[in-house]
Nanobody
């Protein structure tokens, strides 16, 4: 599975961004997807995850109510809608996939990673 994340950029606090993750290689719906982020000097952390069918989702407490993960299996694409952005959301965001269709929240369970896309939120 090859993953390509896009949509990052420089925004102001309170703005919105939508990240996309285009996948290729195998049947997209067979894979759970996750969005992770890594801020300078910090560990990579999970932001959100979604099951293969899209029926189940998970959010980190820090983004609950502000971010929405979704997927369009017909387009082989996952999304992360980010609203009410804060300066602490500044990080490189990565999409990842794993072969179990059920939600995975552990970074170690993800087999495939895309290149990151930088999100910078100015206060």
């Amino acid at each position: 599975v090859q993953l390509q994340a896009s949509g990052g950029g420089l925004v102001q606090a309170g703005d919105s961004l939508r990240l996309s993750c285009a996948a290729s290689g195998r049947t997209f719906s067979y894979y759970a997807m996750g969005w992770f982020r890594q801020a300078p000097g910090k560990e990579r952390e999970i932001v959100a995850a979604i099951s293969g069918s899209g029926g189940s989702t998970y959010y980190a407490d820090s983004v609950q109510g502000r971010f929405t993960i979704s997927r369009d299996n017909a387009k082989n694409t996952a999304y992360l809608q980010m609203n009410s952005l804060k300066s602490e959301d500044t990080a490189v965001y990565y999409c990842a996939s794993t072969s179990p269709r059920s939600i995975q929240t552990s970074r170690a369970r993800y087999n495939y990673w895309g290149r990151g896309t930088l999100v910078t939120v100015s206060s």
